[in-house]
């Protein structure tokens, strides 16, 4: 019979669960970037972190299509495991997400990222047509027993905690009992979207943050608050309101990725170096920051990492932080969009090192005025707009309420 040394033997693996995640791993995270297809790739979390967000979420990947090819060329254009920058000291708190509607796919997907990440989170939210032809995301929601058994399985077989991502239904009630099977399938947080699947693209309306603080009066675990996030104003007024845990926000961010930046805050990189934050702009309990300069500095991170960075996914970065400005420089927006080649990046950076120009030139013209004197009101939202220089939320036209968050 074998005696064991208490100085040897390894004590058991315990996996973390609810608060105890939340807190012991994740560091109690309030400002949350949400998972974004084609934009909440390895240089935008980067950045995002420097600029006040606490815990980002890459984008979904489709369990499907990563299970099925296991070589690692394949799998690396989805997460990058060969150069050690995705899910390395500099990209953590991170959560993984997927979408699935095969448990064994589910699995074998979450398996191969476990060790390169800290939770594996399932997508129940996408509304777009391409989840309900793929038979996942929102369009799950009506199958409970399927959605059991896709947290269950990996509740059961990972070594890290399980998260799942909804949307709400049209009933309170449903969306509360909804939100308890996840948490007894072994969900160890809920991401809770106050829109229902119905409110996408111009229908998208408002979130009802009344049903996101019922599941989290319903539940154990920790829960974050997704929609209706565009100012740092919005941020604690969500917490207020839901009692959530932590704010998640995904366009907003998109537009002005210094959102969860407050104006106390001065953002440092990981080299210790001040950032675009020091130069600060204030309005209202925000800071907001030239598009330019957020520009260069993504770009400048692009061209640091390994991990290569889907030009697309840059592409869309730059037409949504500049936007108000390429909206006005039409000259340079078609530059931007005939961009191709093998020098693609400097190419952007050229256009954007003009933009900035053009921008520095305008505030100029506007000094002697503090950016709340600058301020207009959109008359068809009734909502701010900041001088075109600075990075800002962008609200589209709507057959209803003007609040637009993107659902990944």
Excluded at 138 to 165: G, M, R
Excluded at 333 to 345: A, M, N
Excluded at 356 to 361: G, T, V
Aim: one cysteine or more; proline letters at 5%.
């Amino acid at each position: 019979m074998r005696v064991a040394d208490p100085a040897t033997e390894k004590a058991p693996f315990r996996k973390l669960s609810g608060y105890d995640f939340y807190r012991d791993v994740l560091g109690s995270p309030k400002y949350v970037v949400a998972p974004m297809v084609d934009q909440s790739e390895l240089a935008w979390r980067i950045l995002s972190r420097r600029y006040g967000a606490q815990l980002v979420y890459t984008p979904m990947i489709n369990a499907k299509i990563f299970a099925l090819n296991p070589s690692p060329k394949h799998r690396d254009k989805f997460f990058d495991i060969t150069h050690a920058e995705e899910g390395g000291p500099s990209d953590r708190p991170l959560i993984v997400q997927f979408c699935a509607n095969d448990p064994h796919q589910l699995l074998v997907s979450a398996q191969a990222i476990q060790d390169h990440c800290d939770a594996i989170d399932l997508n129940l939210g996408c509304p777009q047509e391409i989840a309900r032809s793929g038979h996942y995301g929102s369009f799950l929601q009506d199958e409970w027993d399927l959605i059991y058994k896709l947290v269950n399985t990996l509740h059961t077989h990972l070594k890290i905690p399980v998260t799942a991502k909804f949307r709400v239904f049209p009933s309170t009630e449903k969306t509360v009992s909804y939100a308890r099977m996840l948490e007894s399938a072994g969900a160890q947080i809920l991401t809770c979207h106050g829109r229902i699947r119905e409110q996408r693209g111009h229908n998208t309306g408002l979130a009802d943050w009344s049903k996101i603080r019922a599941v989290k009066e319903a539940v154990s675990v920790p829960v974050f608050a997704n929609g209706n996030i565009s100012f740092w104003e919005d941020v604690h007024k969500c917490l207020e309101e839901t009692g959530a845990d932590a704010v998640m926000s995904a366009e907003g961010q998109l537009y002005n990725p210094a959102l969860f930046a407050p104006i106390a805050s001065t953002a440092v990189d990981a080299s210790g170096t001040t950032t675009s934050a020091s130069v600060k702009r204030t309005c209202g309990e925000g800071i907001y920051i030239p598009h330019a300069e957020l520009a260069l500095e993504y770009l400048d991170i692009v061209k640091s990492l390994k991990t290569k960075t889907a030009l697309s996914a840059v592409k869309g970065h730059l037409f949504k932080l500049m936007r108000p400005a390429l909206s006005r420089e039409k000259d340079l927006r078609e530059r931007l969009g005939k961009i191709g080649g093998s020098d693609t990046v400097h190419q952007y950076i050229e256009v954007v090192e003009e933009l900035k120009k053009r921008m520095e030139r305008d505030e100029v013209e506007a000094a002697g005025k503090s950016i709340d004197e600058l301020v207009m009101i959109d008359p068809t939202t009734g909502l701010k707009l900041l001088p075109h220089w600075l990075a800002q939320p962008y609200f589209r036209p709507s057959t209803h309420l003007r609040q637009v968050d993107l659902e990944s």
